[in-house]
């Protein structure tokens, strides 16, 4: 009786291992492509969400100072146009801020402080203002290679404390029409990697009442 024929040990040919590359190699290309654009979209949701949060910050707090302010006691600083009109004796100086005028400046005394004594209105003194980069010049150019010209920050000063409500600004205007104040703020942050060059802009409008004396 004759032993049964001892079969090969089992293994890929060169052709199969050439079919098995052929079709895996494409997958591949297709789930790290899908893997990378998931990624990215994450990481593009969360620097979303950080702006948000940057912007509902800069604009909840700039709505507190106006909503709680008294509108006779509204300033604004004095520019050079100012004192050749009269309003205001040196530039600089805070005066009453006009209606209708766009300015970069305004303080007035608001219910933002910590109460004190009974019956004893918590009013501090609250100045939101415009700050240039000390890398920056008023002369339209972008001097520190930023993207972005003339910017600086938004910043909100209640006592001795000062605190950044929005960096990156290169608009900022403040306007008084009929009770109202309407705040228009233009920002802007360089593109992430690898989602274009250049910087990315966002405008930012709100209107807040202010109350009577």
């Known amino acids: ?30 789930v790290g492509t899908a893997t990378k654009g ?16 940057l912007e509902e ?3 909840g707090e700039i709505a507190r100072v106006l909503h709680f302010g008294r509108i006779g006691t509204l300033c604004t ?7 050749k009109a009269g309003r205001a004796a040196a530039v600089g100086d805070w005066f009453p801020m006009p209606a209708r005028e766009a300015r ?3 303080q007035l005394w608001a219910l933002t402080g910590a109460q004190q004594l009974p019956l004893e209105p918590p009013e501090q003194l609250c100045t939101l ?5 000390k890398k920056e010049k008023a002369n339209g150019l972008d001097d ?42 233009r ?16 405008t930012l409008t709100h209107t807040v009442s202010l109350r009577n004396d």
């Open 1 to 30: 009786m004759s032993a049964p024929p001892v079969r090969a040990a089992a293994g890929f040919t060169l052709v199969e291992l050439v079919i098995v590359a052929a079709v895996l190699v494409p997958l591949l290309l297709i």
């Open 38 to 53: 998931v990624s990215g979209a994450i990481a593009a949701n969360d620097r979303a969400a950080e702006v948000n949060a």
């Open 57 to 59: 910050r800069a604009l």
């Open 77 to 83: 600083q004095a520019t050079a146009a100012d004192v």
């Open 104 to 106: 970069t400046t305004m």
């Open 129 to 133: 203002e415009f700050v240039r980069s």
């Open 144 to 185: 520190d290679r930023n993207g972005l010209v003339d910017d600086g920050d938004l910043r909100c000063t209640t006592g001795n404390l000062s605190t950044k409500l929005l960096g990156g600004v290169d608009l900022c205007s403040f306007l008084l029409d009929t009770g109202v104040v309407r705040v228009t703020l």
């Open 187 to 202: 920002y802007g942050k360089p593109c992430p990697v690898g989602q274009g060059t250049g910087v990315r802009r966002t």
